[in-house]
């Protein structure tokens, strides 16, 4: 097992590539923290999937976008767990608006839930965190796929690859962290997206398909095992070859 006795807080687990991670993280021997914003139930049966694996967890309900509730959240997990080993921000929004549609509003809440809040859980995460990963989840929209319809969201997955660089720095060498931009993945994120859009998309990807939750998940346990001990400070795209 990579992550025996390894205890790790992965943001917005209640479902998609968070639950995914929770779920390849506790089958590796890991406690999980899976915390959730809204989705009480679904929170609740990964912690029972993990639990049937003979791992521990808990659901911890918390914005990551508002300071006082990461703060009472990490609080909580030390109290549960007595350290944090692995901080996963996964949480993550996105607005598909026009142009002409976009507010403040939206590009407000979009950099306050997927940069700001990353920011946030890094920062209290690590104030109890001797040794230790952190990855990120961008997204190739921060990178090369970028469209106006999510422009604030694409603008928040390039300043979270930014973030990884610093945050890097500042913690090296004993908290190592990286970065994970996946491309298209099947998610409840996409659920609205229009079939011809699907379409046309999956004909940009080399593999002619969109990935899987697990899929991005193994790439997250890879950064967080001694497998990845030289690497911090980089993303990994993990997006089937899109082009
Ligand atoms: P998802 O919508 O299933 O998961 C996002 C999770 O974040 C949800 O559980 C949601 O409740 C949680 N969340 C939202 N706001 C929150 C907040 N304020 N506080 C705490 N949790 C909050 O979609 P997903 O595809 O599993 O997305 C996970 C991450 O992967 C996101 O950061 C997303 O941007 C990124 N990503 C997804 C894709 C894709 O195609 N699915 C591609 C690239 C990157």
Same mark, same amino acid.
């Given at each position: 097992?990579?992550?025996? +006795? ?22 590796? /021997? ?31 309900? &918390? ?6 509730? $990461? ?22 929004? $996105? ?11 939206? *590009?407000?809440?979009?950099?306050? $839930?997927?940069?700001? /809040? ?13 040794? #230790?990963?952190?990855? %990120? ?6 990178? %090369?796929? &970028? ?30 962290? +990286? &970065?994970?931009?996946? /491309? *298209?993945?099947?998610?409840?994120? +996409? ?12 004909? +940009? ?5 969109? #990935? ?7 790439? $997250? ?19 089937? /070859?899109?082009?």
């Amino acid at each position: 097992m990579k992550l025996k +006795n390894k205890v790790a807080l992965i943001t917005g687990a209640s479902r998609g590539i968070g639950r995914a991670t929770a779920l390849l993280f506790a089958k590796e /021997g890991a406690n999980i923290i899976v915390n959730y914003f809204k989705a009480e139930n679904e929170a609740n049966s990964v912690v029972q999937d993990i639990k049937k694996m003979g791992a521990d967890a808990i659901t911890i309900k &918390c914005d990551v976008s508002k300071e006082n509730e $990461v703060k009472q959240m990490v609080d909580k997990a030390i109290k549960k767990f007595g350290k944090i080993d692995i901080l996963v921000n996964n949480a993550g929004i $996105v607005f598909d608006v026009p142009f002409k549609d976009r507010t403040v509003e939206h *590009w407000k809440r979009t950099l306050d $839930v997927n940069l700001i /809040g990353a920011f946030i859980c890094a920062k209290h995460v690590t104030s109890h965190m001797k040794k #230790g990963h952190i990855v %990120n989840i961008a997204s190739t929209n921060g990178i %090369n796929a &970028c469209s106006p319809e999510s422009m604030d969201y694409d603008a928040s997955k390039a300043g979270l690859i930014s973030l990884t660089k610093t945050l890097a720095q500042a913690l090296a060498p004993n908290v190592m962290v +990286n &970065c994970v931009a996946p /491309g *298209w993945v099947d998610t409840d994120i +996409n659920k609205d997206l229009p079939k011809d859009y699907v379409k046309s998309e999956t004909q +940009n990807i080399l593999l002619k398909r969109f #990935g899987k939750p697990e899929e991005i998940a193994k790439t $997250v346990l890879f950064l967080v095992s001694d497998d990845a001990s030289f690497i911090t400070g980089t993303t990994v795209v993990v997006a089937g /070859g899109y082009q």
